[in-house]
């Protein structure tokens, strides 16, 4: 390769070169990692380049005016340059290459912002290096309707190179450069919630806590689709989906609507509608008729190697996987025992002192097996101690007298609760860390083993209490569930369709639920904050952070 580089692509995208200037670690998170994210910002832009992005050719239409084509591509390897112009202007034997941008124009002596000038730029030199007369280049920006010429000056040239340098540079490297601190960018950047900025920051120096700005991740306003209902087929239809049930009725839902599916029992899905799903990076997951995860199929896998490489050799590390280990643990201890005090019913509960004990000796243990051995102890009295909250109040039946943990299968009515919601935590989590780059079956704390996705598991530990099982108590303090939505047998205990459709409902709704970050302080749905401490255990297996922040609330 002649740049030196083998592990970076031959040729630099003008558009990358424009997000170098920008913001190196935008260009490297982009560009290197793959990872995109779009906000209203990056939608307006796509809607005003829809008449440059297909390539045509328009004659002059009247004298002295140019010749026009759209969407032209053009690559040197010597420039190490490839560029898509949006329009090209040819008249008098000169070219002119034309950028559109969505923003209004700047108030600049320069006329435009470096980052917008250097892709302009990069556009000129490609179409010198193909033997074109070109001197200039417009930029039309569609907020003001005007457009501003841009010479191309040896000083603009020489910038455009060296950027084009430093930017191979960077992406050579594994790990992308530290974030911008308390920039003005930030603001508008459709990849701020992956790149976590302040957040960062936050993590190397407290001091930076009052100026953390509200989380901006990815906008959830789609949502997960179950379906439920056996016999029924998801099938697409244009840009839509469509769900036949067999009952008859039929559903229709846009595809940008649906972050993911969720297919029960025996439902159908047709490949046309599968092939959609994977064009647009939603999952489909396939569940048993009782809840248990069988399998899930995506689009292509995530392409950040280098986050996966770093997964691989923490986990063959013992110590630096019995250190997170410990800290999933902890967590989750620490969320049980609030849990309980959250729901005391008068009194200290001797529970309580007895979580704390347990927290102190998983602090000290020294290894994964007396870890494993604290935690069991942990969720026995934990569960000890909800027990009294989990028994449905008026329940003649003793249908929900609920005394210990139990499953596969669960043996009455709130066991099958807890394990349906075990089991879609677990799931949405599988859907998070593929979502962020990582292996969901190599995990730190819970074993690898055939078909058990262990990251899953470890990251769900500090999130049982706060989500699944919360949902199981809220539900039965509202009594939304009754005895007769349950089969019991001598096989175990499983929900009926009714009561499985209440429970994910509910627990999708505790997914939106808005609480206040106990780390950064802001407000986030538990959705978003399963994406940040993804994100967060990226960032400290890539050695960007020095610690990684435990989950848990007061």
């Known amino acids: 390769m002649s740049n030196g580089l083998s592990n970076v692509p031959e040729l630099l995208p003008a558009r990358m070169l424009n997000e170098y200037t920008y913001c190196p670690r935008l260009f490297h998170l982009e560009w290197v990692q793959k990872e995109w994210a779009d906000n209203a910002f990056t939608l307006d832009g796509s809607r005003v380049h829809q008449r440059v992005d297909r390539p045509m050719k328009r004659g002059p239409k009247s004298d002295g005016a140019p010749e026009t084509r759209t969407s032209v591509e053009l690559s040197d390897e010597k420039l190490r340059l490839i560029a898509k112009i949006d329009l090209l202007e040819q008249a008098d034997g000169t070219v002119t290459p034309v950028d559109y941008k969505r923003s209004p124009t700047p108030n600049l002596p320069e006329g435009a912002w470096a980052p917008e000038r250097v892709q302009l730029c990069a556009q000129g030199l490609l179409l010198r290096a193909h033997g074109y007369a070109c001197d200039r280049g417009m930029l039309w920006f569609s907020a003001s309707k005007q457009r501003v010429e841009i010479p191309f000056t040896e000083e603009l040239i020489a910038e455009t190179l060296r950027q084009r340098d430093d930017a191979f540079r960077v992406a050579a490297q594994p790990n992308a450069p530290p974030p911008l601190v308390d920039s003005p960018k930030c603001e508008g950047c459709s990849l701020s919630g992956i790149c976590l900025p302040d957040e960062h920051a936050f993590l190397r120096d407290a001091r930076v806590q009052n100026r953390l700005r509200t989380i901006r991740t990815r906008v959830h306003d789609s949502l997960p689709l179950h379906v439920t209902e056996p016999g029924s087929v998801i099938r697409k239809d244009a840009d839509e989906i469509v769900v036949e049930m067999r009952s008859g009725d039929v559903h229709r839902l846009r595809l940008l609507d649906i972050s993911s599916v969720q ?240 429970t994910i409902a509910a627990f999708e709704r505790r997914l939106d639920e808005q609480i206040t970050h106990p780390v950064f302080g802001y407000r986030i749905s538990y959705r978003q904050a399963l994406e940040v401490q993804a994100r967060l255990l990226g960032r400290y297996l890539m050695r960007e952070v020095d610690e990684f922040p435990e989950f848990t609330t007061r």
């Not at 102890?377 to 329940?395: I, K, S």
């Open 263 to 502: 297919v029960h029992g025996s439902s159908k899905i047709t490949t046309p509608a599968l092939h959609a799903f994977m064009r647009q990076d939603i999952p489909v997951s396939y569940l048993s008729g009782s809840g248990w995860m069988l399998g899930h199929t995506r689009g292509p896998w995530h392409k950040n190697v280098e986050l996966r490489l770093a997964q691989y050799r923490h986990a063959s590390e013992e110590a630096a996987s019995f250190r997170l280990a410990k800290r999933f643990v902890l967590a989750k201890i620490k969320n049980s025992r609030t849990m309980l005090r959250r729901n005391a019913s008068g009194g200290r509960s001797p529970e309580l002192d007895e979580l704390d004990k347990m927290r102190t000796a998983a602090e000290r243990c020294e290894s994964k097996e007396s870890l494993l051995g604290i935690e069991g102890q942990a969720a026995f009295v934990y569960f000890r101690g909800l027990a009294p909250r989990l028994r449905l109040a008026g329940d003649e039946t003793g249908a929900f007298d609920f005394r210990r943990r139990n499953r596969r299968p669960p043996k009455d009515p709130i066991n099958a609760l807890l394990s349906l919601c075990y089991s879609l935590l677990s799931r949405t989590w599988c859907e998070t860390v593929e979502r962020v780059g990582f292996d969901p079956y190599l995990g730190f704390y819970h074993r690898p083993r055939y078909g058990r996705p262990a990251l899953a598991l470890d990251m769900m530990e500090e999130f049982r209490p706060l989500v699944a099982d919360s949902v199981v108590l809220g539900m039965v303090r509202r009594k939304e569930v009754t005895a007769s939505e349950f089969e019991v047998s001598d096989f175990g205990c499983t929900l009926k369709q009714p009561g499985r459709k209440k």
